[in-house]
């Protein structure tokens, strides 16, 4: 515990060092010293007759996972607060206005004084951490109060630090939460070998995506961009999903591509014999004789998928997928890279008969062909994404029913 605590003050000050040069760095830096005078103020304020459950995720992907749960117990229960703290700032800085939310701060570095602190200030009735998050102080801490605390869309995998030999002390913590929601049956059969306690659950984002769905509004100049032809949608990419997509172009299959990048702010590498546009320089007079539409905002992702015929969702050949889901839910092909290891639904989605998963140009070319020319084809597949949803959905329901 000693060395842990030594590693999250090493880890803190890295940071430190770092905000001096790097922009992510000087949010995450800055962002904490209002933590506790924001914690402080909301103590002062707040009805302490109503009920608090505190959300800590790590960053917006959990919060995603997390967002199904916050608004059902808003539903069902509106008096009740909901505090959310974030750890890294793009989750943060995004969702800092969450309407949902009566208060949203930087996680303080989670040594024991720290976590005495927030838990003294918040004085919460109940704790979620999200999918990967095991901070011991604060969960050391909440188990001494009797704090109930629940993990929620958990994996875990023989390989992780817990089952090590020399993990025990991570592992003991494990025993401490209240009851743990795993997404799969691997990591319930896991955990019961240690004798942990675990439910399956599934994934909360099978519920966030269809509700997403619903929310959908029209967009005119996206589909002045179509016209009569179809959708490729580059979903949060990278350099190496833009490359492949550009080397596979068919001009003769009839199709736009429409590229989402991660980072909104990097230069989209487009070859000269296409001509393209960004979204804010876009209007509905112009856009019609491009074949590449560049977004460059936040947020308009989960809506585009609605206008593809296919998706190509980034990150697969980095290790780190985006959300899949939120393509498949709209009932379209989704396809993505190979380093699928710590993502299961893409595996499962693959299985399931919606995803695809490529690593060569040759491959994503006959792909676009048979599914932008075939119909049945591509019929059968949008049919494997929706179902997968459909059968995978139903997570938030089952934990409000635990807790």
Same mark, same amino acid.
């Given at each position: 515990?000693?060395?842990?605590?030594?590693?999250l003050?090493f880890?803190?000050?890295?940071?430190?060092?770092?905000?001096?040069?790097?922009?992510?760095?000087n949010?995450?830096?800055k962002g904490?010293r209002?933590?506790?005078?924001?914690?402080?103020?909301?103590?002062?304020?707040?009805?302490?007759?109503n009920?608090?459950?505190?959300?800590?995720?790590a960053?917006?992907?959990?919060?995603?996972?997390?967002?199904?749960?916050?608004?059902?117990?808003?539903?069902q229960?509106?008096?009740?607060?909901?505090?959310?703290?974030?750890?890294?700032?793009?989750?943060?800085e995004?969702?800092k206005?969450?309407?949902?939310?009566?208060?949203?701060?930087? $996680?303080?570095?989670? !040594? /024991?004084?720290?976590? @005495?602190?927030?838990?003294y200030?918040?004085?919460? =009735? *109940?704790?979620f951490?999200?999918?990967?998050?095991?901070?011991?102080?604060?969960?050391?801490?909440?188990?001494?109060?009797?704090?109930?605390v629940?993990?929620?869309?958990?994996?875990?995998n023989?390989?992780?630090?817990?089952f090590?030999?020399?993990g025990?002390?991570?592992?003991?913590v $494990?025993r401490?939460? !209240? /009851?743990?929601?795993? @997404?799969?049956?691997?990591?319930?059969?896991?955990? =019961? *070998?240690?004798?942990?306690?675990?439910?399956?659950?599934?994934d909360?984002r099978?519920?966030?995506?269809?509700?997403?769905?619903?929310k959908?509004?029209?967009?005119?100049?996206?589909?002045?961009?179509?016209?009569?032809k179809k959708?490729?949608?580059?979903?949060?990419?990278?350099?190496?999903?833009?490359r492949?997509?550009?080397?596979?172009? @068919?001009?003769?299959l009839?199709?736009?591509?429409?590229?989402?990048?991660?980072?909104?702010?990097?230069?989209?590498?487009?070859?000269?014999?296409?001509?393209?546009?960004?979204?804010?320089?876009?209007?509905?007079?112009?856009?019609?004789?491009?074949?590449?539409?560049?977004?460059d905002?936040?947020?308009?992702?989960?809506?585009?998928?609605g206008?593809?015929?296919?998706?190509?969702?980034g990150?697969?050949?980095?290790?780190?997928?985006h959300?899949?889901?939120?393509?498949a839910?709209?009932g379209i092909?989704?396809v993505?890279?190979?380093?699928?290891?710590k993502?299961?639904?893409a595996?499962?989605?693959q299985?399931?008969g919606?995803g695809?998963?490529?690593?060569?140009?040759?491959?994503l070319?006959?792909?676009?062909?048979?599914l932008?020319?075939?119909?049945?084809?591509?019929?059968?597949?949008?049919?494997?994404?929706?179902?997968?949803?459909?059968?995978?959905?139903?997570?938030?329901?089952?934990?409000?029913?635990?807790?």
């Open positions: 515990m000693i060395l842990y605590n030594i590693g003050r880890l803190h000050s890295l940071f430190w060092i770092a905000h001096f040069v790097n922009a992510k760095a949010l995450f830096v904490r209002q933590s506790f005078i924001k914690l402080d103020r909301f103590n002062k304020s707040r009805n302490t007759k009920l608090l459950y505190w959300f800590h995720c960053s917006l992907g959990e919060f995603e996972q997390a967002r199904p749960l916050m608004e059902a117990i808003k539903i229960h509106p008096e009740t607060l909901i505090a959310i703290s974030f750890f890294s700032p793009s989750g943060y995004i969702q206005n969450y309407a949902t939310a009566d208060l949203v701060f930087y $996680l303080p570095m989670a !040594s /024991k004084a720290n976590a @005495q602190k927030v838990l200030l918040l004085q919460p =009735q *109940k704790i951490f999200i999918k990967y998050e095991f901070w011991l102080n604060y969960i050391n801490v909440a188990h001494r109060l009797e704090i109930p629940y993990l929620v869309s958990a994996l875990f023989p390989q992780q630090l817990f090590k030999w020399y025990t002390m991570f592992l003991s $494990l401490k939460y !209240s /009851k743990i929601f795993v @997404q799969d049956k691997s990591s319930f059969d896991l955990l =019961q *070998k240690y004798q942990i306690k675990s439910i399956i659950s599934g909360t099978f519920d966030r995506v269809l509700t997403n769905k619903t959908v509004e029209k967009n005119e100049l996206i589909e002045s961009f179509a016209g009569d959708i490729i949608v580059l979903g949060s990419s990278w350099q190496q999903e833009e492949l997509i550009f080397s596979a172009y @068919q001009a003769n009839n199709y736009k591509i429409i590229i989402a990048p991660h980072d909104i702010k990097r230069k989209i590498k487009v070859p000269s014999t296409l001509k393209s546009i960004s979204y804010s320089q876009a209007s509905i007079k112009n856009i019609n004789g491009y074949e590449v539409l560049i977004i905002n936040i947020g308009m992702l989960a809506s585009l998928y206008y593809a015929h296919l998706a190509f969702v990150g697969g050949y980095r290790g780190s997928l959300n899949i889901l939120e393509a839910v709209f092909p989704v993505y890279g190979y380093q699928t290891q993502h299961p639904e595996e499962a989605l299985k399931a919606g695809i998963i490529i690593d060569e140009q040759e491959q070319s006959k792909i676009l062909y048979d932008l020319t075939n119909d049945s084809e591509r019929d059968v597949v949008c049919k494997n994404s929706l179902n997968f949803i459909i059968e995978n959905a139903g997570a938030t329901q089952k934990i409000m029913a635990e807790i």
